[in-house]
T-cell receptor, first 115, second 114 residues
Framework: DTGVSQNPRHKITKRGQNVTFRCDPISEHNRLYWYRQTLGQGPEFLTYFQNEAQLEKSRLLSDRFSAERPKGSFSTLEIQRTEQGDSAMYLC?????????????FGPGTRLLVL | GNSVTQMEGPVTLSEEAFLTINCTYTATGYPSLFWYVQYPGEGLQLLLK?????DKGSNKGFEATYRKETTSFHLEKGSVQVSDSAVYFCALGDRGSTLGRLYFGRGTQLTVWP
């Protein structure tokens, strides 16, 4: 168990550029979540996958955001035409969903700064 | 809907002081409750959890009891250390739903002075 990993850890980009983040969950975890955390706030849910199926997307996830989890393993989160308001920490979490019990384990996050 | 209200910080304590961070929740189903901790420059780490009413979660000297009657899950520690300085997040997961998302409070910054 090596934990949830995220790459890159930091990303600086110019407004209008596209960025892509990667998350590698704990092996055998069937659920994978993306959250966004802005300064001074708690994480806010963006989307989640069970295996390769994307089961829910938050209203926070505009059309410029897309997430994939091919083959139910790693996941990518892409932001197109970035805006300064996209600057935040993007957190990935994974879990093994069992009836009545689930604990999400978080990665270190990718900090995005849009100039 | 589901939501978490957390005591506002920052909280500043001297080493060995008693800590309480209040957390109350609103839930439509049968939630599990969590405390996560975020140390400077690091990701969120699960501190403790409770899955049903009257359960007590505990870890590293921290405790929280799931109180359904008061819809609360207050975090306590009898004697804090400088190394406990971090941001603490209360979170709710709705076990009764097919959705697995967590709802987080805004976080409480704790600083412990020697």
């Amino acid at each position: 168990d090596t934990g949830v990993s995220q790459n890159p850890r930091h990303k600086i980009t110019k407004r209008g550029q596209n960025v892509t983040f990667r998350c590698d969950p704990i092996s055998e975890h069937n659920r994978l979540y993306w959250y966004r955390q802005t300064l001074g706030q708690g994480p806010e849910f963006l989307t989640y996958f069970q295996n390769e199926a994307q089961l829910e997307k938050s209203r926070l996830l505009s059309d410029r955001f897309s997430a994939e989890r091919p083959k139910g393993s790693f996941s990518t989160l892409e932001i197109q035409r970035t805006e300064q308001g996209d600057s935040a920490m993007y957190l990935c979490a994974s879990s093994l969903a069992l009836a009545g019990s689930e604990t999400q384990y978080f990665g270190p996050g990718t900090r995005l700064l849009v100039l | 809907g589901n939501s978490v209200t957390q005591m506002e910080g920052p909280v500043t304590l001297s080493e060995e002081a008693f800590l309480t961070i209040n957390c109350t929740y609103t839930a439509t189903g049968y939630p599990s409750l969590f405390w996560y901790v975020q140390y400077p420059g690091e990701g969120l780490q699960l501190l403790l959890k409770a899955t049903k009413a009257d359960d007590k979660g505990s870890n590293k000297g921290f405790e929280a009891t799931y109180r359904k009657e008061t819809t609360s899950f207050h975090l306590e520690k009898g004697s804090v250390q400088v190394s406990d300085s971090a941001v603490y997040f209360c979170a709710l997961g709705d076990r009764g739903s097919t959705l697995g998302r967590l709802y987080f409070g805004r976080g409480t910054q704790l600083t412990v002075w020697p």
